[in-house]
């Protein structure tokens, strides 16, 4: 199982500026308007470290940068190693959630050694930028999101009574609307005992898995380097933040399908075998299409909303019983991995529909928005969009737990960790 302990973060202090300024969401959902709206805000944004401008001279800018904001005071390192806790506060769906974790350093271990476990699969461009970045740096900027069945339920209570024990040690709205709040909390045997029960977890990467290889990755280099390293170095570590997997506030958003394609003439006669499909006319604005077909989904999570097939046209394409996953099933998958919502539209529809296979994926056949009312605005001329449910937590977890990972953009966990919060460094 994997090994966790409190670490002495750095962080932000008050000559940096208000907390609302710094904080930044992970590079990468940040697109180029956000990120100069958030280098607007403040020239000490965690952006500024997070996704710097330039080529390969930027780490070592980054590194410098950092280095000048702990010399003028504007981070600061604990004294003492600390747990944190963590808590967004959000609204999805016109409901307001809460969303708490404990922010705390995890073994970075390789994933054949099974404590922690992905979902996803990831690409190798990212991993060199952040390797790059973390070697350069020598600080962690962003915490890998991860998740724990907390059978013991032990990690939800001590988060709760955390946050209703006393006022926040720093607090922050970002420009999305979500308050992000901060526990610091000295880690005694009485913390280390009753966080004990997660010694028997595994942990699994909701979010971040780009960032865990790359930590696990500059843990290498360095026994590679040094030839050795302390059981307790921090470079051994990576900033994580666990969250229970019965949180309340854990949501999953689907991630719709676009396709730039005409769909063929037969559609109806290729899909019909797997699928009764449902002719719906669309009627109202935007909005009303976007909570209709929502709401179809929810009432039904196996099926899919297909738009323009039909110039047009929405169709509900439900698969005609289990016995469609397995038998769509590629060799060595299970049904339960081709029976989630993204693999049932890849290899029940996608593919009798156009052939579209792991090249033309990788080429653009397909596009991806996480946004129904974005995805719906596409469904016109020579493009078919295909809105699907989210993925379960349940399913993430068994599916891990089998070995099997999703395929890039299954899951959405919304919304991002906010990066600045804490920094990690990988120093002693």
């Known amino acids: 199982m994997p090994q966790f302990r409190p670490f002495r ?30 280098a607007g805000r403040s020239a000490r944004n965690a952006v500024h470290l997070e996704l710097a401008d330039g080529g390969d001279e930027r780490y070592a800018k980054v590194a410098a940068l950092f280095s000048a904001w702990e010399r003028d005071g504007f981070v600061q390192r604990d004294d003492i190693p600390m747990f944190y806790v963590y808590e967004q506060t959000f609204v999805e769906a016109g409901r307001e959630y809460h969303r708490r974790a404990l922010l705390a350093e995890v073994e970075a271990q390789p994933w054949d050694e099974g404590a922690v476990k992905p979902h996803e699969f990831t690409m190798s461009g990212p991993k060199e930028d952040r390797l790059k970045l973390l070697e350069a740096t020598r600080v962690q900027f962003s915490p890998v999101f991860m998740i724990a069945r907390d059978r013991a339920a032990q990690l939800r209570q001590f988060l709760d009574q955390t946050v209703a024990a006393r006022p926040a040690d720093a607090e922050a709205t970002t420009i999305d609307g979500d308050r992000h709040r901060l526990w610091v909390i000295e880690a005694g045997r009485l913390e280390m005992r009753f966080l004990a029960p997660l010694l028997a977890e595994s942990f699994y990467i909701a979010d971040g898995h780009h960032r865990y290889e790359t930590a696990v990755n500059y843990r290498n280099a360095m026994l590679e380097r040094e030839g050795t390293l302390a059981l307790d170095h921090p470079a051994r570590f990576a900033m994580t933040a666990i969250v229970p997997a019965a949180d309340p506030g854990l949501v999953i958003r689907p991630i719709h399908r676009i396709v730039p394609r005409r769909a063929p003439a037969n559609w109806e006669q290729v899909l019909s075998e797997s699928f009764a499909v449902e002719s719906v006319k669309p009627i109202g604005g935007l909005a009303d299409r976007a909570r209709e077909f929502e709401a179809r989904l929810a009432a039904n999570p196996d099926s899919i909303v297909a738009l323009n097939l039909d110039p047009g046209m929405a169709h509900i394409l439900t698969p005609r019983g289990p016995e469609v996953a397995a038998a769509i099933a590629p060799a060595g998958f299970s049904a339960e991995w081709a029976g989630i919502s993204p693999n049932l539209l890849r290899y029940g529809v996608l593919a009798p529909l156009w052939s579209i296979g792991d090249d033309d994926l990788r080429l653009g056949a397909v596009e991806y928005t996480h946004d129904a009312r974005e995805a719906i605005e596409r469904a016109e001329g020579d493009t078919a969009v295909f809105l699907i449910s989210p993925v379960g937590i349940d399913s993430v977890m068994s599916l891990a737990d089998q070995g099997e990972r999703m395929p890039q953009k299954s899951t959405f966990f919304h919304p991002k960790l906010g990066t600045g919060i804490v920094f990690h460094p990988l120093y002693e």
Request: net charge negative; charged share 25%; aromatic share 6%.
């Open 9 to 38: 973060g750095i962080r932000y202090t008050a000559a940096a500026g208000k907390l609302d300024d710094l904080l930044a969401p992970p590079y990468d959902v940040i697109s180029p308007a956000d990120q100069r709206q958030l």
